[in-house]
């Protein structure tokens, strides 16, 4: 920080022209008066975020990846650029007026006089509107996974296969700022676009990505993984692999499958492998709805005792006709299968 010494009668003009600078690096330079007394200025240079899916940035910039909100069943991921409109039902968003320099999270007016919602992008939402190459994991099994594995800031992670990238993003973000994660995916075309998306997303320095046969080649690391993460259609021809990638002071594994005869051969090799605490587990959804029911009240016959006592009956108040509650209601029909997530724990060697 640099200290500025000015003449009181400047100050006004110091602040207008130094509030608004911004340098071809974008890095704001602001004058902010801390004390008119001593006629002292103090320069500083305020460093503008990037949008990043693991930190998150205040203004959307040119070269974001935001997350256009249509409404609760409809999103849509944007890259913003200079000059470029994306169509929507409520019309065209320009991106150079309608969205770079504004806050996330801006309400946003269409050129049909429709509005959207213009959000900083996370590894949740990623999830819901990332362009589909494979079948991908949700939240829910995702949050499972993240928790079973042990997962923080500075873990080292080794994936595969990496497929569209949904649980990537949810792992770089556990594991950031000091962690890695050490992805495979067997698909060459695949491999080179979730490279692209993690360096479009900011998060390229926190990742290494290989295209090759995690079942032949393994990960290419060895000892420094403190979780293992499998979602291949022969998990078990990788477990020696998944072994020799984790750290000698042991460390978690965690095989995604959707039939339960690739569990089975699975949770045998890890047996063989010398693994423990070998537990499978499946995760389904159920939406409970919050309703008001109204019920009648039971009519129970002519009362005994305003029978016997006539004064008591005058004094009784009416008997409403129905109540109203608070209740539950389970849904008709609830998400299916999705997979199971067999979990197991390397003992220290």
């Given at each position: ?251 978690r594994v965690c095989s995604f ?49 305003a029978q016997t006592q006539p ?39």
């Open positions: 920080m640099r200290c500025l010494r000015v003449k009181s009668r400047f100050t006004n003009h110091l602040d207008s022209l130094f509030e608004s600078t911004v340098s071809a690096k974008g890095v704001y330079v602001l004058v902010k008066r801390l004390n008119i007394r001593s006629q002292r200025h103090f320069l500083r240079r305020v460093t503008v975020l990037t949008m990043s899916f693991v930190e998150y940035s205040d203004f959307i910039q040119d070269g974001d990846v935001a997350i256009v909100y249509l409404g609760h069943e409809s999103m849509m991921p944007v890259k913003v650029q200079q000059g470029a409109q994306t169509q929507t039902r409520y019309g065209a968003i320009r991106h150079s007026t309608d969205l770079i320099g504004q806050r996330y999270g801006s309400k946003v007016t269409c050129s049909k006089g429709g509005w959207v919602y213009v959000l900083h992008p996370t590894p949740e939402l990623w999830t819901v509107t990332l362009p589909h190459r494979t079948q991908i994991l949700y939240t829910t099994d995702i949050a499972t996974i993240t928790m079973m594995l042990e997962l923080k800031p500075g873990s080292v992670v080794c994936e595969s296969g990496t497929g569209s990238g949904s649980l990537s993003h949810a792992i770089l973000r556990t594991i950031a700022p000091t962690g890695h994660l050490h992805t495979v995916e067997f698909h060459q075309q695949r491999a080179e676009k979730v490279a692209e998306e993690f360096k479009e997303h900011h998060v390229d320095h926190l990742v290494t990505v290989r295209n090759q046969d995690v079942c032949k080649d393994g990960f290419g690391v060895t000892g420094v993984a403190d979780a293992v993460f499998l979602d291949i259609p022969s998990p078990w021809e990788a477990v020696t692999h998944a072994k020799a990638a984790m750290k000698k002071q042991g460390g499958s959707p039939c339960i005869e690739q569990v089975q051969r699975t949770c045998e090799a890890l047996v063989d492998q010398g693994f423990e605490e070998l537990s499978t587990v499946e995760i389904l959804l159920r939406v409970h709805d919050v309703r008001t029911v109204s019920l009648p009240l039971p009519d129970f016959g002519p009362d005994s005792l004064d008591v009956a005058e004094k009784t108040p009416p008997i409403q006709a129905s109540v109203a509650m608070k209740t539950t209601i389970l849904p008709r029909e609830m998400p299916g299968h999705t997979g199971y997530l067999t979990f197991a724990t390397k003992p220290r060697t």
